[in-house]
Structures are given as structure tokens and as C-alpha cells.
């Protein structure tokens, strides 16, 4: 009796529930309640939801401002689907570390595409004297990364390509493969013959032109049928209403798919922190644009959206001596771009591709 009393007073046993469910087998290494894939999800995600949760509320009482700014953009939308209100909290947030980081006053517009204009290159590679002061220009208004020490830290979204000229000689057709015959390989295959793509693009010459060279400058060809676009897993690269290919850099997973896909070699990877002086750095800067970016994500050439979307030409247009670049819009019957492709001899890089590029070449 004694024995029954203390029992049925314990009220920890009492309450004690019953076990869910028995083993399966009598053997000790058996004895394991089974989860199913679906209490293991629910309850990993929950415990992931808290421990943001719990993060996210220490962060915000950080005093930490970058840190706490930081956290904010992680939990950002995607660009095109912020709302206005959205987007004016991600620019003042942008703005407020940017300033902070760089130690001036930096701006990060957030102007739309403006109706009725769809953007367009054109440029004349008779002209083009392989100076490359595009390409300078371009990186100092961009931001793009000035590294020298370790590769990729060098970035530019211009590459112009160096062919050599050359010409089919009679007496060079017996000095191919076999000697004297020239029958399997030709002699003029070991010199340059025509002008080929596949050029140098690294060359540091005396000066410019130089007498047995032609050269091509490639950059983004804002396609009207961008395959980087279709490839993208995250949707973080898309094609704005005005023609222009851009990137959301926040949401960008550095996959690279989009620079497999593209065949004009215009996309570039942070490998590394970007190297960006103080200094030298650009203030005037557009959330689509030029604004810097971080390791891990790709950018390429946008048009300067910070200088286009304000009726300005962009920085490569503005600084080639021989006006061999022109933009305007294609919509515009009156735009040098427009004029040009009724009254000049005009073609497209690649055109068998079907990208439909709003990048073309002319020639007089």
C-alpha cells in the first residue's frame, strides 16, 4: 500500500507521455525512433527561422551602422520587383555606406528607363585608331576594379582586339606542308592573311595606328535577345525597357552561367575584393550601374546608365578623338545612330546567333 501511495502521488510520472512509437527490432542498435524527411525539414527550418530571427534583432540593436546595413541588404528584394518605397530606402542605405566607405558624398540614382527610347551603339571600325582611351575612361567612370597585384583584380568592360593585316602571296605557296608542294597546309597559312578575330588585345605599341594593324573594340552588345538573360538561375540579370542588359549586384550567386552564355566575352567576375582607391572613385553612381560592387558577382557595361539616362552620352563616346563612337536612340529618326543605319554600310558581330545585338558596326 505503502508503495502504490508514493506512486500515484509522483506526479511527474503521472504526466509522463507515452512513448511515440516502439522499435522496431529487440537488438540495442535498432532502438531509434525513425524521423521522416518531412518533421526533419520542418523542423530544420524552423530552427534556421529562429536563429535569423534572433540574429536579425541583435543586428538591429548593433552599433555597429555598416554591419547593421550590411544585414539589410541581405534580406532585400530583387530590384525589379522592389516597390518605390523599397527602392528609396535600398538608395538611402547605399548612399549612407558608400559615403561612409569612401569618404566623400556619393549618390545612387534610381531613375527608370524613360518611355519611348531604346538605346543604341554604333561605331565606325575605319576609324577606330586602337588608342584605347575608351577603355580607360570606362573604367574610371565605372568603378571597376584598378588591381595589379594578383589576377582578375584588373577589370575593364572594353576590350579592343588588335588584327594584324595581311595578304595571299605567290611565293609563299610552295612553303607549306609538304616543302615544295604546299598541297596539305598552304604557305600563306603562316601569316596573317585577311583579318581575323582572333586578336590580342593586351598591346602596348609606340603609337597609334600602327601601319600593318586594324582594330575592332568589343564590349556588351545589349542584345535584344540576351541568352545571359535566359541562363540566369536567379533572374538577377535581365533586360530594362529601354534596351539596356542590367545586373542586380546583390542578388547576382557568381554561377557565371551568363558569362558561358554569352558570345561576345563581355562579362567580368569579381574573383577578388575590388580594388578601388578612395581616391579615384566615382560619386555619381546608379543602382543598376556603376555603383561598386563586391567579390563573388559579375558586371559588365551598361551604356553608363548614370550619364544616359540623364541625356548624356556615355564616357566612351565622349572621350574617343576621332569620333569613331556614336549613341542615340533607335527610335528616334533623327539620332546619329538612326541616320547611320539608313545611309551607312552597317553590320552586326555575330549576327548568325540570332541575339539581335543594339551594337553596330559601320564603315564608310
Known sequence: MAINEKTSADPVRQSAPACPA??????PS??????TRRDFLKAGGMLSMSSLMGTAALMAQSDDAHAA???????QKNYRLMTAEEKAEAKA???RRYSGEYGKEVTVDTTEAQPGVLMGYALNIRKCIGCRRCVHACVAENNQSRGKDRPGEKIEWIQVLRMERGKFEQ???NHGYPEGLGIQVGGNAYTPAGQVLEGQ???NPEKVPEEDATYMPIACMQCEKPPCVKVCPVRTTYREPDGVVVIDYNWCIGCRMCMGACPYWARRLNVTNPVLPKEEMNPVTHYLGNRPRMRGVVEKCHWCLQ???????PACVEVCPVGARKFGNLLDPESEVSKILARKNVFRLKAELNTFPKFFYFYD
Not at 550619364?307 to 552620352?313: A, D, E, I, K, M
Open 22 to 27: 516502439q522499435p522496431a527490432s529487440a537488438d
Open 30 to 35: 535498432q532502438a531509434v525512433l525513425k524521423t
Open 69 to 75: 546595413i550590411e544585414w539589410a541588404e541581405h534580406f
Open 93 to 95: 542605405r547605399l548612399e
Open 171 to 173: 611565293e609563299k605557296m
Open 201 to 203: 588585345y593586351h598591346y
Open 307 to 313: 550619364r544616359s539616362r540623364h541625356g548624356r552620352y
